[in-house]
Nanobody
Framework: VQLQASGGGLVQAGGSLRLSCAGT????????MGWFRQAPGKEREFVAA????????YYADSVKGRFTISRDNAKNTVCLQMNSLKPEDTAVYYC????????????????WGQGTLVTVSS
């Protein structure tokens, strides 16, 4: 599976962005898809994940209620809708794929996209 993330940019606090991740490969729908982020000088951290069918989703506490993850297996895409953005959401955002049920750990993921930068100004 190859992944390509897009949709990052500069936005003011309180604004919204929608990230997309396009995957290649016929087995895309067999993977749990996750979003992680890494701020300068910090470790990469879990943001959200979604199961194969989209029936189960997970969120980090810091984004719960503001971010929504979704997927379209017919189009091999997973999206992260980010609302009410805060300066502390500034980071490079990565999409990733795993067949491991432990979805919050970076070490569980086998495939990573290249990252897209989100900058939230105050």
């Amino acid at each position: 599976v190859q992944l390509q993330a897009s949709g990052g940019g500069l936005v003011q606090a309180g604004g919204s962005l929608r990230l997309s991740c396009a995957g290649t490969g016929r087995t895309f729908n067999m993977y749990i898809m996750g979003w992680f982020r890494q701020a300068p000088g910090k470790e990469r951290e879990f943001v959200a994940a979604i199961h194969w069918s989209g029936g189960k989703v997970y969120y980090a506490d810091s984004v719960k209620g503001r971010f929504t993850i979704s997927r379209d297996n017919a189009k091999n895409t997973v999206c992260l809708q980010m609302n009410s953005l805060k300066p502390e959401d500034t980071a490079v955002y990565y999409c990733a794929a795993t067949q491991n049920i432990v979805v919050v750990s970076t070490s569980s993921y086998d495939y990573w996209g290249q990252g897209t930068l989100v900058t939230v100004s105050s």
